[in-house]
Nanobody
Framework: QVQLVESGGGLVQAGGSLRLSCAASGGTLTNNNMGWFRQAPGKEREAVATMTYSGQNTYYRDSVKGRFIIYRDNAKNTVYLQMNSLKPEDTAVYYC??????????????????WGQGTQVTVSS
């Protein structure tokens, strides 16, 4: 069973950057599609960025395109979310998720079997 542990969240001013990490154990990330989701208070959990198991295909929600990058370090079995030019509306708990390997990216939560515990990102104005 894959276990995911996120880190790297915190408080940052608008315009700043953070890098979230998602370290996996119990499985190899190259065998899974990966995703970063976020949930703000009172809102649904939404997909922010996802990538296929091969790393060849990625998805970004419109509001983060050009600012966030999802990438993977196979040697460390870790997925990252580099977040630049952060805005107050990016404030949320960010979750890492792993799902079945597929050549297609997916933003559906049901397609992800394993979830991390979440890490808080707060962007002040």
């Amino acid at each position: 069973q894959v276990q995911l542990v996120e880190s790297g969240g915190g408080l940052v001013q608008a315009g700043g950057s953070l890098r979230l990490s998602c370290a996996a154990s119990g499985g190899t990330l190259t065998n899974n599609n990966m995703g970063w989701f976020r949930q703000a208070p009172g809102k649904e959990r939404e997909a922010v960025a996802t990538m296929t198991y091969s790393g060849q295909n990625t998805y970004y929600r419109d509001s983060v395109k050009g600012r966030f990058i999802i990438y993977r370090d196979n040697a460390k079995n870790t997925v990252y979310l580099q977040m630049n030019s952060l805005k107050p509306e990016d404030t949320a708990v960010y979750y890492c998720a792993a799902g079945r390997a597929s050549p297609f990216t997916t933003t559906r939560r049901v397609d992800y079997n394993y979830w991390g515990q979440g890490t808080q990102v707060t962007v002040s104005s």
